[in-house]
């Protein structure tokens, strides 16, 4: 199958949303409309795809420039409607056309779930019977502000009408246009040429195109299979139902794939993430980015996951996870924060409000509570106490820590880097380690005790009087 090009209309600036954000940058499971809308556009292999903007351009052509380095950014004018739209794609990308063969596809940046398997039944279809051009529709309860099929006494498509020009018995209409559509190359050139603004938006509906062009050919439509998957996001009410409904699928093909869901309502699972078998996901959470849960690992409850490795029987409750990896029966949480660069061995642990950062734990060493560890490489089967800091940043460089094996750091310690403290070491508590220290050592560091007797603290009443110069004297 070839496609001479795909248009892909993304100048609107989506009033709806009510958003300094243009609306084909909002994003559901993790990736914008635009993104998502492209990926399925390029499955076609299109010979060329033209990305129309307009509002925000700058930011919109750079997302574009990200997602599809070969697209060809097309700049509508100051003429509003996705007729006008395709106009201008057409000013741009019109020669190339000429020279290609395939019908172009054009569609609407604003619908999320469109994948390739729909586009590639639409222009099957229209192939298959020879059209003109060929409009994808679907059948809504709630058809309000789509543009309506209307179809003639033999069930033809006519024409469409918007939702701002349709009279009452045309609002009646269920069957809706999806905005995406395939035309042959001839037919939106000529189709387009003509269009006019005679319509309650005063713009150049693309929609007016369809009915042109009756003039050279036969016009039909494809319904298609899933019409979740063709529906529009003008508002955040639509956004958040088609987000949710999405994400329903996307947890129950993973209970089909032998994971075990708790609550699918409050469990958020992007498109990217890898579950195995007998993967345990507990309520309130989100796995998101490149996430992968090896086996038996038990995410949960209230859990973020972000491009995490969770390896097998590892449990992450109540916690925090960003680019790091977890080892097998490692045990992290509750309420434990790994921010990026962390990679704990197996049988680790990070307990309750320890926060990581760029450390390494090695096999079997514990970090259960209270604690900073950043930049850090700490041995095997080491233990460190309670509210135990690492002074990584001394106001210009991150500087490391390395602790050995069979460590014993008693609670409460400091250590300023750059420290090394080799293996078999003990620590007393509320030592600051600022110096490296050997094998096999006990160490720990003076703060001295001092006791007034018989203090009676002042209250606010006999507070001393005068500046701060006074009372020192
Ligand atoms: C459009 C269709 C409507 C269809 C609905 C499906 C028209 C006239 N109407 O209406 O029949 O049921 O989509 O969701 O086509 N855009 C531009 N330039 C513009 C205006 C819009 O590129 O000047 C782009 C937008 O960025 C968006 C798409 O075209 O991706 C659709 O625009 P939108 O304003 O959402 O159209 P609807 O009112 O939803
Ligand atoms: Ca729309």
């Known amino acids: 199958m070839t496609v001479a090009a795909a248009i892909v209309l993304a100048a609107g600036e989506g009033t709806r949303m009510k958003s300094s954000v243009p609306k084909v940058l909002h994003t559901l499971g993790g990736k914008t409309l635009l993104h998502r809308v492209l990926d399925s556009v390029e499955g076609l292999n299109p010979g060329c795809l033209a990305v129309v903007v307009h509002f925000e351009r700058n930011r919109v052509a750079q997302a574009v420039e990200q997602y599809s380095p070969n697209a060809v950014i097309v700049d509508q004018d100051e003429i509003p409607g996705t007729g006008r739209a395709v106009q201008c794609a057409l000013a741009q990308i019109g020669d190339r056309l000429k020279s290609s063969t395939g019908p172009v596809v054009v569609t609407a940046s604003d619908m999320p779930l469109l994948d390739t398997e729909t586009l590639t039944s639409l222009i099957e279809e229209h192939q298959r019977s020879g059209n003109a051009a060929t409009v994808l529709t679907t059948t809504l309860d709630n058809p309000f502000g789509y543009g309506r099929i209307i179809r003639d006494e033999q069930g033809h498509v006519q024409r469409i009408v918007e939702q701002k020009d349709a009279n009452t018995a045309e609002q009646e209409v269920k069957e809706v246009n999806t905005s995406v559509y395939v035309f042959e190359p001839a037919v939106l050139m ?178 259960p509570h209270l604690s900073y560890v950043g930049d850090a490489h700490i041995a095997e089967n080491s233990n460190i106490g309670g509210g135990t800091i690492t002074a990584n940043y ?80």
């Open 394 to 473: 001394d106001g210009v460089h991150k500087n490391h820590t390395e602790i050995g094996a069979g460590v014993h750091v008693g609670a409460g310690n400091m250590f300023v880097a750059p420290v090394t403290v080799g293996s078999g070491v003990t620590t007393g508590a509320g030592s600051v380690i600022r110096h490296d220290v050997e094998d096999n050592s006990m160490v720990y560091s003076e703060n001295s005790q001092h006791e007034v007797e018989n203090w009676t603290p002042h209250t606010a009443d006999d507070a001393p009087q005068g500046t701060a110069d006074s009372q020192r004297k």
């Open 190 to 367: 000529k189709a387009t040429a003509g269009l006019d603004a005679d319509n309650a938006q005063q713009e150049f509906y693309l929609t007016d195109a369809l009915e042109m062009a009756h003039e050279f050919g036969f016009v039909g439509a494809y319904a298609a299979p899933d019409s979740l998957l063709v529906e529009g996001v003008n508002d955040r009410v639509q956004l958040a139902h088609l987000a949710k409904s999405h994400n329903r699928r996307v947890c129950e093909a993973w209970m089909r794939e032998g994971v075990t869901i708790l609550d699918p309502e409050t469990t958020w699972i992007e498109d990217d993430v890898r579950l195995s078998r007998d993967v345990e996901v507990l309520p309130g959470s989100f796995l998101q980015g490149k996430t992968v849960v090896e086996e038996g690992a038990v995410v949960g409850p209230y859990t973020t996951l972000i491009d995490a490795q969770i390896d097998e029987g590892a449990h992450v409750e109540r916690s925090r996870v960003q680019e790091s990896h977890i080892g097998s029966r490692a045990n992290i949480g509750p309420w434990t924060y790994l921010r990026p660069g962390n990679v704990l061995a197996e049988d680790t642990k990070a307990g309750a409000f320890v926060e990581m950062k760029k450390a390494h734990i090695d096999h079997g060493t514990k970090v």
